[in-house]
C-alpha cells in the first residue's frame, strides 16, 4: 500500500492518456502537480505569463487535434487564464484548464489569492467547471474532465484543485485510474440525409463545399480530396481547416472571404456543403454576401445548436464530418456527376483577378513603409512548404490571408470567434512544442506583440526557435481605420503607437533580431532568420494606409 498526493493522482491520470507537456507558470498551490509531473517526464513549458501558457495550450491542442493542459495558480494565475478559457470555448478547443485555489478550510478567511468563486466566473466559458473537494476522488474527476473536453462538440474544462486537495496523502488503491478514459467512437449521419445531399449537390450548377474546425478536428482530409475529385465540387475554407484540402488542388477556392469575389448574377454558388461549419463570423452569419441566402444549404455538425442558427437549411446532418463523407464517397462513385468546368474557370479567374488587383495596388503604393500586400506576399513565398504559420494582430493577420498557401492540414492557426489580439506569441508556443521538427513563423503586429513580448524569453530559454514577423505600422491599426472613418481623419485619439524598436527588445532577451523597412529585403531577413536555428523578431516597417479587402468586407455585413 502507498501513499500519494492528489497532485501525483492527477499527473498519474493525464499520463495514461498520453500527456506529454503542460503549460503553466508555478504557484504554491499547484507544487504538487509540479513534482508529479517531474516523476513522470511531463515536460512543463512555463511561459512568463499565464494567458500565454493558455494560448500555448491551445495553439497545442489545435494543431494536434488532441488535448491541451494548461494551468494557473489561485487568484490572479487563474484570472490570467479567463482569455484563453474564453477563446477555447468559442473556437471549440479542446483544453484542460487546471487552477490552483485556496486550501477548503481557508473558505472565508481573507486569505491570499482567494475570496472569489473560480468556478462560477469560468462555468459560463467552459463546457464543465468543477471544483475538486475528495483527494481520491481526483481520477475519476480529470477522466470526466478528458472526455467531456475531447468529445463533441470538443471545448475547454477546468478543474479548480484546493491546495491542501492536492497535497494530501491517500492510499492509492482507494483511488484507482479509470480503465477508458477516451471515447473514439463518432457519431455518423443519417442514409436519407446522406442521399438528399447527394441529390442536392447532384441538381447543382455552382455547388460549393465549406470546411471548418469540425472537419479538421475529425480528420477528413482524405475523405474530403476523395470527394472532391470525385464530384468535381471546389472547396473553400476557414482557418483551422485550411490545407484539408491543399491550396495547390486546382478545385481549391480559396479562405471564406474570397466567395465575396463570385459577386455577379449567374456567377455566386447555389448549393453549398458546410462541413464542421459554424455560421456567424467568418461566413458572414445570416448575410448574403458569400453564400447567397437563396442558395441551398447542407449543414453537417456534431453539435445541433449550430444547424438553422443563422441560415436556414435544406438538409441538416449532425454527425462527425469524416464519417458523412464516408457516407458521401459511398454514394458518389456511382453517379455521372455534371461537367462543371465553366464554375471552375469562374472560380480561378476571380482568384486571379483578386491577386492581380491587390498586386497591382502594391506596386502603386509610394507611401512610408512596405506596403503590407507586399510584406505578406514576401513571407509567403519565402517560408518552406511544411511551415506552420501562426496569425496574429487585428489587421495583420487579414493581409496574411490573402496569400497564405499550405498544403498540408492544420498549418495555419489565426483569430476565431473572440478575436483575441495578443494570442500569436502564446499559439506560437503551443504549435513550437507539439511540431518540434517543424519551422514556425508568426505573424503578428505591432500593437499584438506588446501583449506577450517577454515570451521572446521564454522561447529563448526553452529553445523553440520561433520566427515572429512584426508587422510595424506604428498603429493599433484597425482601430484607427474605423476611428478615421466614423469620426474623421483629424480626430484620430488612443489609436497611434511609437515606431518602437522592436527586435532590439527581442535581441534583448537573445533573439537574432532585425528591422526590415524594404519590400525586398523581407524574403533574405526570414530566410536568414529561420537559418540562425535562434528564436527571431523581425520588425517589418510597413505603411499604415491600406485596410486589408477582408476588413472592408466585414465592414457591410
Request: contains cysteine.
Amino acid at each position: 500500500m502507498a501513499m500519494v498526493t492528489g497532485g501525483e493522482l492527477l499527473i498519474r491520470t493525464l499520463a495514461t492518456v498520453g500527456v506529454k507537456h503542460v503549460f503553466g507558470i508555478h504557484g504554491a498551490h499547484l507544487e504538487t502537480l509540479f513534482q508529479g509531473c517531474r516523476n513522470h517526464d511531463i515536460t512543463i513549458v512555463d511561459t512568463r505569463h499565464e494567458v500565454a501558457a493558455g494560448h500555448a495550450a491551445e495553439g497545442y491542442a489545435r494543431s494536434l487535434r488532441q488535448l491541451g493542459v494548461a494551468m494557473g495558480t489561485a487568484g490572479p494565475g487563474f484570472t490570467n487564464l479567463l482569455t484563453s478559457i474564453t477563446n477555447a470555448y468559442l473556437d471549440h478547443s479542446p483544453v484542460l484548464y487546471l487552477s490552483g485555489s485556496a486550501a477548503l478550510w481557508q473558505a472565508e478567511t481573507n486569505t491570499l489569492q482567494a475570496g472569489f468563486d473560480q468556478v462560477a466566473m469560468a462555468k459560463p466559458v467552459t463546457k464543465w467547471a468543477h471544483r475538486v473537494t475528495v483527494t481520491k476522488d481526483i481520477p475519476r474527476l480529470v477522466a470526466q474532465a478528458v472526455r467531456v473536453a475531447t468529445s463533441p462538440p470538443m471545448g475547454p474544462v477546468l478543474l479548480d484543485l484546493p491546495m491542501d486537495v492536492l497535497s494530501s496523502p491517500v492510499n492509492d488503491e482507494s483511488a484507482p485510474l479509470p480503465r477508458t478514459i477516451r471515447i473514439d467512437s463518432a457519431p455518423p449521419p443519417g442514409s436519407q440525409a446522406v442521399a438528399a445531399a447527394i441529390d442536392l449537390l447532384m441538381e447543382a450548377r455552382r455547388p460549393v463545399i465549406l470546411v471548418g474546425a469540425g472537419a479538421w478536428y475529425s480528420h477528413a482530409e482524405d475523405e474530403l480530396r476523395k470527394f472532391v475529385d470525385t464530384t468535381g465540387i471546389p472547396v473553400y475554407s476557414d482557418f483551422q481547416a485550411h490545407g484539408l484540402l491543399p491550396s495547390s488542388h486546382p478545385l481549391y477556392g480559396g479562405t471564406f472571404h474570397k466567395l465575396a469575389d463570385l459577386d455577379t448574377p449567374g456567377n455566386r454558388a447555389d448549393v453549398a456543403l458546410a462541413l464542421g461549419v459554424r455560421f456567424g463570423l467568418f461566413t458572414l452569419g445570416a448575410s448574403d454576401l458569400l453564400v447567397p441566402v437563396a442558395a441551398r444549404l447542407i449543414h453537417v455538425e456534431t453539435d445541433p445548436q449550430e444547424i438553422g442558427r443563422l441560415r436556414d437549411v435544406a438538409v441538416g446532418i449532425v454527425a462527425d464530418s469524416r464519417e458523412t463523407l464516408r457516407a458521401l464517397n459511398a454514394l458518389a462513385s456511382a453517379h455521372q456527376w455534371p461537367d462543371l468546368s465553366g464554375w471552375h474557370r469562374t472560380i480561378q479567374q476571380a482568384r486571379t483577378d483578386r491577386r492581380q488587383r491587390l498586386a497591382s495596388a502594391a506596386r502603386e503604393h509610394h507611401r512610408l513603409g512596405i506596403h503590407p500586400y507586399q510584406a505578406v506576399s514576401a513571407i509567403a513565398d519565402s517560408i518552406d512548404e511544411g511551415t506552420l504559420v501562426v496569425g496574429d494582430g487585428a489587421e495583420a493577420y487579414h493581409w496574411l490571408n490573402e496569400v497564405i498557401r499550405q498544403n498540408r492540414p492544420g498549418s495555419y492557426l489565426t483569430h476565431g470567434f473572440l478575436g483575441a489580439v495578443g494570442h500569436g506569441l502564446g499559439l506560437s508556443l503551443g504549435v513550437q512544442v507539439a511540431n518540434s521538427g517543424r519551422p514556425v513563423l508568426c505573424l503578428t503586429g505591432d500593437g499584438a506583440v506588446g501583449f506577450t513580448i517577454a515570451e521572446f524569453d521564454t522561447m529563448v530559454r526553452l529553445s523553440l526557435p520561433i520566427v515572429v514577423v512584426v508587422m510595424n505600422n506604428r498603429s493599433w491599426g484597425a482601430s484607427q481605420h474605423f476611428q478615421e472613418m466614423v469620426s474623421g481623419k483629424d480626430k484620430l485619439i488612443g489609436t497611434q503607437l511609437a515606431n518602437t524598436n522592436y527586435h532590439d527588445v527581442a535581441a534583448a532577451f537573445g533573439c537574432h533580431a532585425q528591422r526590415v523597412t524594404e519590400a525586398e529585403a523581407l524574403g533574405p531577413a526570414i530566410r536568414a532568420a529561420f537559418a540562425s536555428g535562434k528564436p527571431a523578431c523581425l520588425n517589418v516597417i510597413v505603411d499604415v494606409d491600406p485596410p486589408p479587402p477582408e476588413l472592408e468586407l466585414l465592414s457591410k455585413a
